[in-house]
């Protein structure tokens, strides 16, 4: 059994940061492929970011590049991913879903590939 676990979101001013966090957890893989997508009422789930499951690399949505940074929380022994959003508008306001794979997902901004998913957490941002 995979769970994945998101927080860390909240309301905050336009131009301010927030920073949220994953946690995918269960004993079956020891490795996964990470992504957020956010999602707005009546409107499509929408890539944010990901990172490679085996070479961590970062891939970003062009809307929050130079915005949003992803990261591996490396402090703890288990696969939690940490989303550090700065510079938020009020186009940012969705909630935000934290979507695990074991394997290596190539097109990461492709939500039909991730296996496991969280319940969202709200991130709102007032103008």
């Known amino acids: 059994q995979v769970h994945v676990v998101e927080s860390g979101g909240g309301l905050v001013q336009a131009g301010g940061s927030l920073r949220l966090s994953c946690v995918v957890s269960g004993n079956t893989f020891s490795k996964y492929s990470i992504g957020w997508f956010r999602q707005v009422p009546g409107k499509e789930r929408a890539f944010v970011a990901a990172?490679?499951?085996?070479?961590?690399?970062?891939?970003?949505a062009p809307s929050v590049k130079g915005r949003f940074t992803i990261t591996k929380d490396s402090s703890k022994n288990t696969n939690t991913v940490l989303l550090q959003m700065n510079s938020l508008s009020p186009e940012d306001t969705a909630v935000y879903y934290c979507a695990a794979d074991p394997g290596e997902v190539i097109n990461m901004d492709n939500q039909h590939l991730y296996d496991y998913w969280g319940q969202g957490t709200q991130v709102t941002v007032s103008s």
């Open positions: 990172i490679r499951r085996d070479s961590g690399n970062p891939v970003y």
